[in-house]
């Protein structure tokens, strides 16, 4: 299958409301480009100097997602290029990025990411860690981050029952949010969940981005 082929059947299995972002990390301009002429816009990379490098040379109607663990030293380098940060899992981190689009007259959707897989080498926040961060006046004062939903990924598994037992977790999660801290907040409204492997089990739980690479790109 060809890169349009790819990104073809997977719109056509995917409702209408949810966000398809290819994730092109490691795969290079000439891919990004067939996908683009598809009618792709939005991207998604994990490392800072890739991204930059992108960014640079592709088209500026890109809407450029970071999906990775991003670290504080390099914020303010992605900052003036991203649409959506998906994976905050500290308040250092979202200060971080508050202060830095401060300084670019940005405001930048973020999301919270959540540890919902077994593994324990996955980054992201408990629901207690979250509402402490949610809690806090300096959080509710920053002006410079919009606080869009949460993000999160599933245990590695052919088990979609344990897939989707997570999925449901993280919907739940968002649900116990929105009403807790975001009731009249509109913009709280991204569950960031599904890959390749799993995209068709996080749309059933709720998922509104879902985040696909190898099924568009072949293998890394
Ligand atoms: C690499 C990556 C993806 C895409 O993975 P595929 O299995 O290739 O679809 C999605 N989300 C995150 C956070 C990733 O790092």
């Given at each position: 299958?060809?890169?349009?082929?790819?990104?073809?059947?997977?719109?056509?299995?995917?409702?209408?409301?949810?966000k398809l972002v290819a994730v092109s990390k490691t795969k290079?301009?000439?891919?990004?480009?067939?996908?683009?002429?598809?009618?792709?816009?939005?991207?998604?990379?994990?490392?800072?100097?890739?991204?930059?490098?992108?960014?640079?040379?592709?088209?500026?109607?890109?809407?450029?997602?970071?999906?990775?663990?991003?670290?504080?030293?390099?914020?303010?380098?992605?900052?003036?290029?991203?649409?959506?940060i998906h994976g905050v899992d500290s308040f250092r981190l979202?200060?971080?990025?508050?202060?830095?689009?401060?300084?670019?007259?940005?405001?930048?959707?973020?999301?919270?990411?959540?540890?919902?897989?077994?593994?324990?080498?996955?980054?992201?926040?408990?629901?207690?860690?979250?509402?402490?961060?949610?809690?806090?006046?300096?959080?509710?004062?920053?002006?410079?981050?919009?606080?869009?939903?949460?993000?999160?990924?599933?245990?590695?598994?052919?088990?979609?029952?344990?897939?989707?037992?997570?999925?449901?977790?993280?919907?739940?999660?968002?649900?116990?949010?929105?009403?807790?801290?975001?009731?009249?907040?509109?913009?709280?409204?991204?569950?960031?969940?599904?890959?390749?492997?799993?995209?068709?089990?996080?749309?059933?739980?709720?998922?509104?981005?879902?985040?696909?690479?190898?099924?568009?790109?072949?293998?890394?």
């Amino acid at each position: 299958m060809t890169i349009r082929g790819n990104l073809q059947s997977i719109r056509r299995q995917l409702p209408e409301r949810i966000k398809l972002v290819a994730v092109s990390k490691t795969k290079s301009i000439d891919q990004i480009k067939e996908a683009y002429q598809t009618g792709q816009r939005m991207f998604g990379e994990n490392r800072v100097q890739e991204l930059l490098k992108k960014w640079q040379e592709l088209p500026k109607d890109i809407e450029w997602h970071y999906i990775g663990h991003l670290q504080i030293n390099k914020v303010k380098q992605v900052v003036s290029v991203v649409s959506l940060i998906h994976g905050v899992d500290s308040f250092r981190l979202l200060s971080a990025i508050n202060k830095e689009a401060e300084k670019c007259h940005r405001i930048i959707p973020v999301l919270l990411e959540f540890h919902i897989a077994a593994e324990e080498s996955k980054f992201g926040l408990t629901i207690e860690s979250a509402e402490e961060i949610l809690s806090m006046p300096e959080t509710a004062a920053m002006k410079n981050v919009s606080i869009n939903g949460v993000m999160g990924m599933a245990t590695y598994t052919i088990d979609n029952e344990v897939i989707r037992t997570e999925f449901e977790h993280l919907s739940e999660i968002f649900h116990l949010l929105k009403k807790k801290y975001f009731p009249n907040a509109g913009h709280f409204c991204e569950i960031s969940m599904g890959m390749s492997d799993d995209y068709p089990v996080a749309v059933l739980a709720g998922s509104t981005i879902v985040r696909v690479g190898s099924k568009i790109f072949g293998a890394r």
